[in-house]
Nanobody, 126 residues
């Protein structure tokens, strides 16, 4: 069992930055790949970024590539999402998730993740 709690969301102007954190409770954090997903009002949940259990592999949605960076600190049971050059279209509830994807292609899909946090709101004003 892994419990996830996100923090770091808020209101920021376009062009600004935020860093989201996802703290995990449980001794097995380092065994799980971690992902960030987001859901805007009226839209489906979409993949943002993911990182393998070791941190050696990272994956990004095309819409955030070059602006967002995912990282993890297994000693602190925490995964981060550094978001730079934010745009109004980045406004959404951001959720972290833990799972054990079998292949690289699995990282992009919600079905690969077993545990989910409650989410944190990110609002980018124009």
């Amino acid at each position: 069992q892994v419990q996830l709690v996100e923090s770091g969301g808020g209101l920021v102007q376009a062009g600004g930055s935020l860093r989201l954190s996802c703290a995990a409770a449980g001794r097995t954090f380092s065994l799980y790949a971690m992902g960030w997903f987001r859901q805007a009002p009226g839209k489906e949940r979409e993949f943002v970024a993911a990182i393998s259990w070791s941190g050696g592999n990272t994956y990004y949605a095309e819409s955030v590539k070059g602006r967002f960076t995912i990282s993890r600190d297994n000693a602190k049971n925490t995964v981060y999402l550094q978001m730079n050059s934010l745009k109004p279209e980045d406004t959404a509830v951001y959720s972290c998730a833990a799972g054990q994807p079998i292949s690289g292609g699995d990282y992009y899909y919600t079905k690969a993740y077993k545990y989910w946090g409650q989410g944190t709101q990110v609002t980018v004003s124009s």
